[in-house]
């Protein structure tokens, strides 16, 4: 595994299905660990590995996924994509920034080991047995609406 491996230039199909493909090539502007109660319920596991995109820095053939919208804490309601095929969490749009941003599901990398985790997020609800990696920033929630830039 190395994990200084650049985050970029993938050209990739769900490995599951071989149904949906999307390419990305530059870095994701941030990588997060996610322990909202979503993630937890999308991956049926304690979080969701995601790579935090500009929407124009994805390819995606959007008509192989199926998306599921939920409004969460009363107001922004998040968009979460998954393989039409093999129902594989695949993209969560969410919609609460001004801008559009689009987080991938580092699971459905070709070579997932690649994905460096920068921070874990929403750890006020993560579970004990959700494998914090302290020497990561630690989130309590989420800093809506003042994503990096
Ligand atoms: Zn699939
Ligand atoms: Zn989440």
Redesign the pocket.
């Known amino acids: 595994m190395n994990r200084t491996a650049p985050m970029s230039s993938f050209r990739l199909t769900?490995s599951?299905?071989g149904?949906?493909r999307y390419e990305v090539q530059s870095d994701p502007f941030h990588a997060v660990k996610c322990h909202c109660r979503d993630c937890q319920m999308i991956s049926g596991s304690g979080y969701l590995p995601l790579l935090w995109y500009k929407a124009g820095q994805i390819k995606i053939d959007d008509s192989k996924l199926k998306y599921f919208a939920r409004t969460s804490d009363g107001e922004t309601t998040v968009r979460h994509g998954f393989?039409e095929?093999?129902s594989?969490p695949v993209l969560v749009k969410p919609t609460f920034d001004e801008m559009d941003v689009v987080f991938l599901v580092a699971t459905t990398l070709d070579n997932p080991s690649i994905f460096t985790p920068r921070a874990e997020i929403w750890v006020s609800s993560a579970q004990h047995w959700g494998c914090l990696d302290e020497s990561i920033e630690q989130v309590s929630t989420q800093r809506t609406g003042k994503l990096a830039r």
């Open positions: 769900c599951w299905s149904r949906v393989c095929a093999c594989s």
